[in-house]
């Protein structure tokens, strides 16, 4: 796939920012900010720590160290065929990078399919998880519908198709008018890196396996809604407004099963390249006093 030498350079400035770590065997990347409360920031799809880029340092400024890695099969992690992508598989993956970057009890911000892949980490860790912050995500489980842009990923051979179309240029523009509301913020090269490090290195089919590995089921939704009603600590939900794949609709039902009221931010999918210091005062306002 031909890159353009601006992603490739905004590639090179991400990777330099952080470091390599392994966990449960799989190699990874993470990148990390700041002193004080540790801050585990979970991305979904199709993205990566590259997402938070931007919040890193936002958050290193409210006093806060910021932690974001690189799951399996995305960004600059490795992508091994016998992995597990299911969430399930990337939720257990998730405690061992924990583990191996050795942070103790953290803050949890959850994103997108890392919204029920974090959350689930954190309810079965209720020991380790000091609050947690949702952004626009999924938790209607059984009844949730993959929206227009995500569903092809999930039939085989059309999935295929798809991603072979998200060329540099044309999935760049793809996912700009999807995720981001003033597109300002963000630069061509910058998307492009996005395409780059959903291929980078397998073209995409250790993604097309975590898209095909939602548990889209009742016991799943059922085992996230218990244990968040019986959580021991504070929640926040944050979204962004505008979002046409995790629309109003997910965000009422993350009031209902957290509830709280959700602070509304006037971004789409990606509020971390948009509304960074925004959300980044909204994260620390709840984290901050908790240590």
């Given amino acids: 796939m031909k ?18 770590f392994v966990a449960a065997g799989v190699g990874s990347f993470a990148r990390e900010a700041g002193r004080g409360g540790t801050v585990v920031l979970v991305h979904g799809v199709p993205s990566s720590s590259f997402l938070y880029r931007k919040v890193l340092p936002e958050l290193a400024a409210q006093g806060m160290h910021a932690v974001a890695f690189d799951f399996p099969g995305l960004g600059l992690a490795d992508r091994p065929e016998s992995f597990d992508y299911t969430w399930s598989g990337l939720s257990h993956w998730m405690g061992e990078a924990i583990d191996a970057l050795e942070i103790d009890r953290c803050h949890l911000v959850v994103h997108d399919i890392g919204g029920p892949i974090g ?64 597109r300002a913020a963000v630069s061509r090269p910058e998307m492009e890196a996005y395409i780059h490090l959903l291929k980078h290195r397998d073209r995409g089919r250790a993604f097309l396996r975590i898209m095909r ?50 602070i509304r931010l006037p971004a789409k999918h990606f509020p971390q390249e948009d509304q960074a210091r925004a959300l980044a005062n909204a994260i620390a306002d709840l984290a901050a006093p908790l240590g």
């Fill in 213 to 262: 590995g939602f548990e889209l089921t009742e016991e799943k939704e059922r085992f996230l809604r218990e244990g968040l009603a019986d959580r021991s600590w504070p929640a926040r939900i944050v979204w962004g407004e505008k979002d046409r794949a995790l629309g109003l609709d997910h965000m009422r039902v993350a009031e209902q099963v957290l509830g709280e009221e959700a």
């Fill in 3 to 20: 890159v353009s030498q601006g992603a490739r350079e905004a590639i090179a400035i991400h990777q330099a920012a952080g470091g390599r």
């Fill in 119 to 182: 959350l689930e980490w954190a309810v079965r860790n209720p020991d380790r998880v000091l609050s947690a912050t949702v952004l626009n995500t999924m938790l209607n489980l059984s009844t949730f519908r993959r929206p227009w842009s995500m569903a092809p990923f999930a039939v085989r051979g059309l999935g295929e198709a798809w991603l072979a179309m998200l060329q540099p240029k044309l999935g760049s523009e793809l996912i700009l008018r999807q995720t981001v509301e003033n």
